[in-house]
Every structure is written in C-alpha cells, then in structure tokens.
C-alpha cells in the first residue's frame, strides 16, 4: 500500500499570502497534489493507495477528483478533522482496519519524485529508507553501515550527509505500529511530533534489516515551502 498523509496545515503558504493548502496549487497547468502522486506512476495499476487528509478547503473532493482524472486504479480517501501528533501518528490513524500483513510505502505529498521504482532488494528488508546527499541539519538523517544497511536515524540530528527524502518503507504494518507504540511509550518525539524516520531505531535494536538507497537530487524536487513552489514555477515554464 502507497500511503500519502496530507493533514498538515500549509502554514507557511497561508502567511505568504495563498489562498489555499499548497496541494492544490498549480504549477505549469497541473497540481502540486497530481505531480506528487505522479512519483508512483509506474504503479498505478498495481498498487492500493491511501490518502489521508483534512476536511477543510474541500480537500476530500479535490483529491477524489485529481484521482479520478491520475486513472489510479485502486485509491481510498480517509478524513481526520483533528490535529496529530505528526506524520506517525496520522499515518496509524488512517490506516484504521488495514492488515497487520500489509506493507507500507509511506510519502509526502509536497515532494516530486520521478520514475520512482522499489529497489531490488525490498523483499529482502525489513524496511528502508529513500536518501540523497545534502546539506543542512532540518532533514531525517540515515547512519550508513555495510551493503546498503541502516545503524541508526536522527532527526534534524545530522550524522551523515545522507538525508531522507521523505520515503518510507515498512515490511507490515505490524512492524510500523510497533515501533509507534514503543515511541509513545518513550514518548520519543522531536518538537512534540511522533516522525517516522526514528521508528527505524526500535527495529534496528531488535533485530530487523533497514536499508537505505541513494537517489540523485536530480531525480527529486522539493516544494515544501513558498520559496521552492516559486523556484519550481520558474523551472516548469523555462
């Protein structure tokens, strides 16, 4: 299952003066919402997808229609009108009857990821993450070890230039709400949010493989802030 947790609440866009939640924003004739799901195109036949959204500026309709004209074969569209505790949180909130056996592809919605494929050891894991190399300190940060392996995650915590774009594969269900429940029991949060790159450290602890796959920043764009919609504007027309 491809999940996609859109709850949060386009603050910085808001102050900058839009109008709207930056998914439903444009750029060059299609929106910010299609060209992020897009990322999964390859899958769109295959896969059951998720959306987990707000019920403010029409959004439940808006992403109806959107999946209707993307032909997603396989999509479903849950609501939570409250605020969470984070991206953890939410995902585990939508997910509500979902199977303990189910595998997660967790990913942002404000993140452009072109001709996404699994890698080819995704049968092998029990989940991983999606990096590229950058710089700064406000991302999710991935400790590498040997062939591709995980030792440990941060947030905005750097310890490798190796930072997580925002994808996020977990073997079951079982295995994300687990290390949710530990987290909450810890009350592990950064900035009183549960974020989903820390959970991987309750799974390397008892055992299980992560792994990580670098991507090229070229096969990736970024339109979390007013700024990189603007760049993003400039891109697509040029």
């Given at each position: 299952?491809?999940?996609?947790?859109?709850?949060?609440?386009?603050?910085?866009?808001?102050?900058?003066g839009?109008?709207?939640?930056?998914?439903?924003l444009?750029?060059?004739?299609?929106?910010?919402?299609?060209?992020?799901?897009?990322?999964?195109?390859?899958?769109?036949?295959?896969?059951?997808?998720?959306?987990?959204?707000?019920?403010?500026?029409?959004t439940?309709?808006?992403?109806?229609s959107?999946?209707?004209?993307?032909?997603?074969?396989?999509?479903?569209?849950?609501?939570?009108?409250?605020?969470?505790?984070?991206q953890?949180?939410?995902?585990?909130?939508?997910?509500?009857?979902?199977?303990?056996s189910?595998?997660?592809?967790?990913?942002?919605?404000?993140?452009f990821?072109?001709?996404?494929?699994?890698p080819d050891?995704?049968?092998?894991?029990?989940?991983?993450?999606?990096?590229?190399?950058?710089?700064?300190?406000?991302?999710?940060?991935?400790?590498p070890?040997?062939?591709?392996?995980?030792?440990?995650?941060?947030?905005k915590?750097?310890?490798?230039?190796?930072?997580?774009?925002?994808?996020?594969?977990?073997?079951?269900?079982?295995?994300f709400?687990?290390?949710?429940?530990?987290?909450?029991a810890?009350?592990e949060?950064t900035?009183?949010e549960?974020?989903?790159?820390?959970?991987y450290?309750?799974?390397?602890?008892?055992?299980?493989?992560?792994?990580?796959?670098?991507?090229?920043?070229?096969?990736?764009?970024?339109c979390?802030?007013?700024?990189?919609?603007?760049?993003?504007?400039?891109?697509?027309?040029?």
């Amino acid at each position: 299952m491809i999940i996609i947790p859109m709850v949060g609440l386009s603050s910085r866009f808001f102050k900058a003066g839009f109008t709207k939640p930056k998914f439903q924003l444009e750029l060059s004739g299609e929106t910010v919402f299609s060209r992020a799901v897009r990322s999964f195109e390859h899958y769109f036949d295959s896969e059951r997808f998720l959306f987990i959204t707000r019920p403010d500026y029409d959004t439940p309709a808006f992403v109806s229609s959107e999946l209707e004209r993307l032909g997603i074969a396989n999509a479903s569209v849950t609501t939570i009108a409250h605020d969470t505790q984070g991206q953890a949180e939410t995902v585990s909130l939508g997910l509500k009857d979902t199977a303990g056996s189910e595998p997660l592809l967790i990913f942002n919605i404000d993140t452009f990821r072109y001709d996404y494929r699994k890698p080819d050891f995704i049968d092998t894991c029990d989940g991983y993450l999606e990096v590229f190399s950058g710089e700064g300190d406000h991302w999710s940060f991935v400790e590498p070890g040997a062939e591709n392996s995980v030792l440990r995650t941060t947030e905005k915590e750097r310890i490798s230039s190796l930072c997580s774009d925002g994808l996020y594969y977990f073997k079951t269900r079982d295995l994300f709400e687990t290390a949710l429940s530990e987290a909450r029991a810890k009350n592990e949060t950064t900035k009183g949010e549960f974020y989903i790159a820390p959970l991987y450290n309750t799974l390397i602890k008892s055992g299980a493989s992560i792994k990580y796959e670098e991507i090229a920043l070229s096969e990736i764009d970024f339109c979390g802030t007013p700024d990189e919609f603007e760049a993003l504007k400039k891109k697509f027309s040029s």
